[in-house]
């Protein structure tokens, strides 16, 4: 399997240019995109989802245009969920979880499955709109897997697309989150998540991926690799320290207090 870009160019206007020339290639099991505001991690996943059209370069999906494919093929390969889940109509959460079905084959166990995977059981009848926002985002991830369920063995490898799944969750649900994510790859599903959170990054991704503010990738490796305080300050324009815990790497900005501490030392 192989979700590519190849030369993507891509701008919102003349002025403003988010990708020139960007040549990207999904990898096998849990990637997670960082950088600035504005560099062009959400956009990047719609390239890849097609819900965005490059202005030059290719997106595909084993060397077929992601755009190019029908709904129902895209559906069976790749699942997206956006940065701000939104439902129009009062569906009930079940409801929402059973779109993700809507152009496959219908499968009432995995909509189950999903629901009681993110914890949703309690509320599987309650309408969408009356929940929180990190309610919303489970209901959302439930939606997109039961999406990529498939019972066949020699299934496709899929991908599920995420931008900032947990950034509204709780910390149980978000550790939650995190366990079903790291499931996926065992499972034939690749997963690209945009996070905001270094920590997090760090102990969820198999790869990571820095932009940088110009949608240039300035950084592309093991967690290890990338996560380096240099690295990240040059990108984000703002010191940050690595503290090594018993449960892996803290990895945040520095404050400008402890900034000037370090220096009066």
Same mark, same amino acid.
């Given at each position: 399997?192989?979700?590519?870009?190849?030369?993507?160019?891509?701008?919102?206007?003349?002025?403003?240019?988010?990708?020139?020339?960007?040549?990207?290639?999904?990898?096998?099991?849990?990637?997670?995109?960082?950088?600035?505001?504005?560099?062009?991690?959400?956009?990047?996943?719609?390239?890849?989802?097609?819900?965005?059209?490059?202005?030059?370069?290719?997106?595909?999906?084993?060397?077929?245009?992601?755009?190019?494919?029908?709904?129902?093929?895209?559906?069976? $390969?790749?699942?997206?969920?956006?940065?701000?889940?939104?439902?129009?109509?009062?569906?009930?959460?079940?409801?929402?979880?059973?779109?993700?079905?809507?152009?496959?084959?219908?499968?009432?166990?995995?909509?189950?499955?999903?629901?009681?995977?993110?914890?949703?059981?309690?509320?599987?009848?309650?309408?969408?709109?009356?929940?929180?926002?990190?309610?919303?985002?489970?209901?959302?991830?439930?939606?997109?897997?039961?999406?990529?369920?498939?019972?066949?063995?020699?299934?496709? $490898?899929?991908?599920?697309?995420?931008?900032?799944?947990?950034?509204?969750?709780?910390?149980?649900?978000?550790?939650?989150?995190?366990?079903?994510?790291?499931?996926?790859?065992?499972?034939?599903?690749?997963?690209?998540?945009?996070?905001?959170?270094?920590?997090?990054?760090?102990?969820?991704?198999?790869?990571?991926?820095?932009?940088?503010?110009?949608?240039?990738?300035?950084?592309?490796?093991?967690?290890?690799?990338?996560?380096?305080?240099?690295?990240?300050?040059?990108?984000?324009?703002?010191?940050?320290?690595?503290?090594?815990?018993?449960?892996?790497?803290?990895?945040?900005?520095?404050?400008?207090?402890?900034?000037?501490?370090?220096?009066?030392?």
């Amino acid at each position: 399997m192989s979700l590519r870009t190849h030369g993507v160019h891509y701008g919102y206007s003349p002025a403003r240019t988010v990708f020139t020339d960007l040549s990207f290639e999904v990898p096998r099991g849990l990637t997670v995109v960082l950088g600035p505001n504005g560099a062009g991690k959400s956009t990047l996943m719609r390239l890849l989802m097609g819900a965005a059209k490059p202005e030059r370069g290719a997106v595909e999906l084993d060397g077929t245009p992601v755009r190019s494919l029908t709904s129902p093929e895209r559906a069976k $390969r790749l699942a997206y969920v956006s940065q701000r889940p939104s439902i129009a109509s009062a569906f009930t959460v079940r409801e929402v979880v059973s779109l993700g079905r809507y152009a496959l084959s219908p499968d009432l166990d995995a909509v189950d499955r999903q629901i009681e995977a993110l914890g949703l059981g309690s509320m599987a009848s309650r309408v969408f709109a009356s929940l929180s926002v990190g309610e919303q985002q489970r209901v959302s991830l439930a939606r997109a897997l039961a999406q990529l369920e498939c019972d066949s063995d020699d299934a496709p $490898r899929r991908v599920l697309l995420a931008d900032e799944p947990t950034s509204a969750m709780d910390p149980r649900w978000v550790a939650l989150s995190v366990s079903v994510l790291r499931e996926l790859p065992g499972r034939g599903i690749d997963a690209l998540v945009v996070l905001h959170d270094f920590t997090l990054a760090g102990r969820l991704a198999d790869t990571v991926v820095l932009l940088d503010e110009r949608g240039v990738i300035a950084g592309l490796g093991t967690p290890d690799d990338v996560l380096q305080p240099e690295l990240l300050s040059d990108v984000f324009e703002t010191p940050f320290a690595r503290e090594a815990t018993a449960g892996g790497p803290v990895i945040v900005p520095k404050f400008a207090h402890q900034t000037d501490q370090a220096r009066s030392t």
